[in-house]
């Protein structure tokens, strides 16, 4: 089975925490993520990065899973957030580990992964599957503002329910719902991206006498 992006994010050091006490930092201009450094270049399958495509991934994704580093062991958490160029935003509730976590803007991982098809083949180490994968590199702020929070909150609720609106649909977010929610703004430093296409690719795929079955099977 080959690797996507996300599973060779776990080779590349999370970075250490930064104090509690760390200032927070202000937003940096919107600036599309890319490679930059060697945590982001792809090493197994190298001809599969499709760095042009991370932003087009990060849009479409639904479930962003975020790994940190707290008291010197690894945490992993599975978020749903919103995408806007260069940022993801993370929200939850106030007694959120995760998001109080990364209020003193130390290094954090996300890894975007949706899988498309799983590629069936004569041969056991040649099934696969086609995937379209992301992963960023970058720091949290906490977001205070409630304009901002309604904005954002906003937004990602017409990402994953296109349509729907206030108050036709649903009652709108108060004030108060929104200064106990906690938002998380990560600005990317760096990303990839990385994808599979295509059939079965085994030696005796498309080989009629080789006994067996080989096919693709939409998730």
């Given amino acids: 089975m080959d690797d996507t992006t996300a599973s060779e994010a776990a080779q590349s050091p999370v970075g250490a925490s930064k104090p509690a006490s760390a200032p927070a930092v202000p937003p940096g201009p919107a600036v599309p993520p890319a490679p930059r450094t060697d945590r982001t270049r792809i090493r197994r399958h190298a001809d599969r990065a499709v760095p042009d495509r991370i932003e087009e991934f990060l849009l479409s994704g639904t479930v962003a899973h975020v790994a940190m580093v707290e008291n010197g062991e690894p ?120 994808m599979r296409d295509g059939g079965p690719m085994g030696p005796h795929d498309s080989d009629p006498e080789f006994p067996g079955s080989a096919f693709i099977q939409p998730v």
């Avoid at 958490?77 to 803007?105: M, Q, V, W």
């Avoid at 099934?127 to 309604?150: L, P, T």
């Fill in 75 to 194: 945490r992993l958490i599975p978020f749903l957030y919103h995408y806007e160029t260069g940022h993801i935003y993370l929200h939850g509730s106030p007694g959120n580990a995760t998001l109080r976590t990364l209020r003193d803007g130390r290094s954090v991982a996300i890894a975007v992964t949706q899988l498309v098809e799983l590629i069936a083949s004569k041969t056991a180490a040649d099934h696969s599957a086609n995937y379209r994968s992301v992963v960023a590199f970058g720091r949290g702020r906490q977001i205070v503002d409630v304009a901002e929070k309604r904005r954002v909150l906003d937004a990602m609720t017409v990402r994953y329910f296109p349509g729907r609106t206030t108050p036709a649909d649903y009652a709108p977010a108060t004030d108060d719902d929104l200064v106990r929610m906690e938002l998380t703004d990560v600005e990317i430093d760096e990303a990839s991206a990385k």
